[in-house]
């Protein structure tokens, strides 16, 4: 019997289940958390069927592109909470943390040898598709990836890279009540059978007692310190969203796109919680609608299907934040699912390359204004280190480093101004991928990819008058933001940050 959500779910290879196998093992990538995930749902389905027991997975190695004390420290502090998680359940969790004296090599297919399957999961983008690709291929054992990260399944919002978000949206909103009835288990329904004590064949890592101590001895960049104050994991995951939906969700409407000290403004702060999984989307939307008493699917209004306003509520700053959180999110999950390419770090084998992920039209714009004269023009070293003309650019840039966080309205502006003054589009893109990947917190995942490309016209129109540099590709000013917005809180702000990072300027 087929249900709903098996449209989440893919085999990986061609190798059966292996019944007689000691465990079932759910291989934590993406969604790092014991409730609300769809792996795990899947993967206690296995256990009853099989009947054996869980084994979750979950590990950091050191080489992963841009590995830094800053997002080692955070994921570390979610698998903090996921061991605890798991202690609740009574389900085994077999933790493991790459050291120079402990490589990891292999060990995903060691433990796959033992196992009757492997369940983890399906993220289009980034290092995670080449590590399905890899385990599936040298598994001995069935490896299913679950599409867990988002309302919707992937596969039923269409087989083609979509060019707007108002071209998804529709589709998104076409599946939303089916795809709610059907949401992750809260609280999964772990069967008896499903759990044990089971040791792993390594040492597993413990949870320290002094977290920053044990970062600072392991070989990664510890030039990108931990953001003081903002702490990884399930538990500061949904702390976050209470405070959210408690004191910025009633603001959210007339107050997103101000840039501001983040204590004041509207913005959810929930992206990095969303990017590693500790806190579900699925999570994110309950919370939401419980801010409007007792919401069902019955209060859509289905006059305003694939419209922006009014679809899931009538409040504006429900419907305006959900509108982002579930349309925009998804956006740059399907452009890659859907076959758009997928982009390999630091590798020549990112398929396509930039700029030919682009549209036709905006590839061909910056190509014909390639050779314009910049007025400005600075070196990465220089990007990095907050050192341009222009104060409310290094502003964001210094939040960044600083917080690993940038307010969403200036990203947009930040982008734009590392187009216009680097040599060259191809230049840009790779300055702007290092920058965000390196120091934000929400970086490295389908939406932050997504996000530096709309700079250069993805999921855009062109835009009259043609400049140079741009071509028809939107154009975006400082001086322009000056006028729209009241700057002076968000100086101050930044002005007021302090730690590592200060000797920026």
């Known amino acids: 019997m087929t249900t709903y959500n098996d449209a989440r779910v893919r085999a990986a290879n061609s190798r059966p289940a292996n019944p007689a196998g000691r465990y079932v093992l759910l291989w934590l990538q993406t969604t790092r958390r014991l409730h609300s995930s769809h792996a795990l749902d899947y993967a206690l389905h296995l256990c009853r069927h099989y009947k054996k027991p869980l084994v979750v997975y979950e590990g950091l190695k050191l080489g992963y592109p841009w590995a830094n004390a800053r997002n080692h420290t955070f994921m570390l502090e979610g698998t903090r909470d996921t061991a605890a998680d798991a202690a609740r359940l009574g389900v085994a969790h077999w933790p493991f943390v790459e050291t120079p004296d402990q490589p990891g090599r292999g060990l995903v297919v060691r433990l796959a040898t033992d196992s009757c399957a492997v369940v983890t999961d399906d993220s289009p983008c980034f290092v995670v598709p080449a590590h399905n690709r890899a385990v599936a291929a040298k598994s001995p054992v069935a490896v299913y990836l679950v599409d867990g990260n988002g309302v919707a399944p992937l596969k039923l919002l269409g087989d083609k890279p979509v060019s707007a978000a108002a071209h998804l949206r529709p589709r998104i909103h076409a599946q939303f009540p089916e795809a709610w009835a059907n949401r992750a288990a809260a609280e999964p329904d772990v069967p008896k059978v499903a759990k044990s004590q089971l040791a792993p064949p390594f040492e597993p890592w413990r949870v320290p007692k002094d977290m920053a101590a044990f970062v600072r001895q392991l070989p990664i960049d510890q030039t990108v310190p931990p953001v003081p104050g903002v702490v990884g994991g399930t538990v500061a995951g949904r702390a976050v969203l209470a405070e959210f939906v408690a004191k910025k969700l009633p603001r959210y409407a007339e107050g997103r796109n101000q840039p501001d000290d983040p204590a004041r403004g509207a913005a959810s702060r929930l992206s990095p919680y969303l990017r590693f999984g500790h806190v579900a989307i699925e999570d994110v939307i309950d919370a939401v609608f419980g801010t409007l008493g007792d919401w069902s699917p019955a209060e859509i209004n289905p006059t305003a299907k694939g419209k922006r306003d009014d679809f899931y509520s009538r409040d504006a700053s429900v419907n305006g934040f959900l509108d982002e959180a579930i349309t925009w999110r998804d956006v740059g999950r399907q452009f890659f699912f859907a076959g758009a390419g997928t982009v390999v770090p630091h590798s020549a084998d990112s398929t396509p390359p930039f700029p030919d992920v682009l549209p036709a039209w905006a590839q061909e714009t910056l190509r014909k204004h390639a050779g314009d004269r910049r007025e400005h023009l600075y070196t990465p070293e220089q990007f990095e280190a907050a050192d341009t003309h222009d104060p409310l650019w290094n502003a964001a840039q210094t939040e960044l480093v600083r917080t690993g966080r940038m307010h969403n309205y200036l990203r947009m502006l930040w982008g734009k101004k590392v187009l216009e003054w680097s040599e060259t589009p191809a230049e840009a893109y790779r300055v702007l991928e290092h920058l965000n990947n390196k120091y934000a917190l929400d970086g490295r995942d389908p939406n932050s990819y997504t996000g530096i490309l ?38 101050e702000y930044v002005r007021g940050l302090t730690g590592p990072a200060a000797t920026l300027f």
Request: aromatic share 22%.
């Open 454 to 491: 709309w700079c250069f016209g993805l999921f855009d129109r062109p835009w009259p008058p043609e400049r140079p540099v741009f071509g028809n590709v939107r154009y975006m000013s400082s001086e322009n933001t000056a006028r729209k917005f009241k700057l002076a809180g968000y100086h």
